[in-house]
């Protein structure tokens, strides 16, 4: 078979199939604070070049983070100035605008000389522009480059093909690629979130979480409407967005009372994850890979459209098809009419997410990706 066309390409944590390594083995890992004791990675810079704060910078100001305060390597960002907040203060950061069009002289050879003034070993790109900005500067610049695929269209295999190593955040995404990719989760850090209690609690036999921004793009709708044929049943709603009093309308209009509750945006997620019965993630939800990793470490069952690693973690029964109201109705109902069972269904879900979805896990397999390029 063309290696091209083989099985995904695991790093040092992983098997030849891809499968993460025994909890054992991640734990022996784990025990060693600085990570880069035995190999020659001294610098590392990262790319970001999107206008956007979502799941990609998120994933790279963890990862930086790690990274920074886990190795003795330099890690730096080179990024638009808006992102400077979001990073750790151990993160150098390299300021670029990078709105400016890829193809901009002035962006292409100011990439170059951070680069090249950085002495990276390592230049990391996230997302399709970056990939191509770094793909720009190939030829000006001694470092190794490695990217990043988050979503399903970009960067395709004809940029893709151009870097010494290539890291997609779940098969889904490279499901179509004809090249070898290390598959690598985004991972999350559940250690700093907030565990103080919370008051989701109700007279209702069950609550279901729901983490979304309100728009009714973002199907809320058929979420009140399928409350309305389960009244047992309370909903707390995390999130805000513009549509939110419309939705809060509906509910009213529905006579849901307080089995819809709209809380806003919460700092105590971890906490609403713990006492809620299950999470459910609607479809094409942005953040669905961190919820769905944040839910499953928390201890939380997930019911999730099949979309980024979902089908890879959740039950079967468990994963939506659609939004049509019969169905979440029919699967929300069978979730909830035994809980026990519901634990049990998630407990390899929960133990896999345990070895597998943590930062740690993400930081110490790209590791891995970088020491083979550097070794």
């Not at 989760?185 to 989701?200: K, L, Y």
């Not at 890879?312 to 009419?337: F, K, M, S």
């Not at 069972?341 to 979805?357: G, I, M, Q, T, Y």
Request: charged share 20%.
């Amino acid at each position: 078979m063309d290696a091209n066309r083989s099985a995904f390409q695991g790093g040092n944590d992983t098997t030849p199939q891809g499968r993460p390594q025994s909890a054992a083995q991640a734990a022996a890992v784990s025990r060693n604070p600085q990570y880069n004791c035995h190999t020659g990675i001294r610098s590392i810079c990262h790319l970001i070049a999107s206008r956007e704060h979502g799941d990609m910078e998120k994933h790279v100001a963890d990862l930086s983070r790690w990274q920074a305060h886990n190795t003795e390597a330099k890690v730096s960002v080179i990024a638009h100035p808006r992102y400077q907040n979001t990073l750790d203060e151990r993160v150098h950061f390299v300021p670029l605008n990078t709105d400016r069009s890829r193809h901009h002289p002035t962006l292409v050879w100011r990439l170059a000389n951070h680069i090249r003034a950085g002495e990276y070993q390592i230049a990391h790109g996230h997302g399709s522009k970056s990939a191509q900005l770094l793909a720009a500067v190939q030829k000006y610049t001694e470092a190794q480059q490695v990217i990043t695929r988050h979503n399903v269209r970009h960067p395709r295999d004809k940029l893709a093909s151009a870097f010494a190593a290539r890291i997609a955040v779940s098969r889904t995404v490279v499901a179509n690629s004809r090249l070898t990719w290390n598959i690598i989760p985004n991972g999350a850090d559940i250690s700093t979130q907030e565990s103080a209690p919370v008051d989701i609690d109700s007279v209702s036999a069950a609550c279901i979480l729901v983490a979304v921004r309100l728009l009714k793009l973002n199907s809320v709708v058929p979420l009140l409407e399928a409350l309305l044929e389960l009244p047992q049943v309370q909903m707390t709603i995390l999130g805000d967005g513009p549509d939110k009093a419309r939705l809060v309308q509906l509910a009213n209009n529905l006579s849901l009372g307080d089995r819809a509750r709209f809380t806003g945006n919460c700092d105590k997620i971890g906490s609403c994850m713990r006492a809620a019965d299950l999470l459910l993630i609607p479809l094409h939800n942005e953040s669905q890979p961190y919820l769905l990793a944040e839910a499953l470490l928390h201890g939380c069952p997930v019911i999730a459209g099949r979309v980024g690693n979902a089908e890879e973690y959740i039950p079967a029964a468990y994963l939506l098809d659609n939004l049509e109201v019969p169905h979440l109705v029919a699967t929300l109902r069978g979730a909830l009419q035994d809980k026990k069972k519901l634990r049990r269904d998630f407990a390899r879900a929960f133990e896999r997410a345990s070895n597998e979805l943590t930062l740690a896990h993400m930081a110490q397999a790209t590791w891995q990706v970088y020491s083979k390029l550097v070794d």
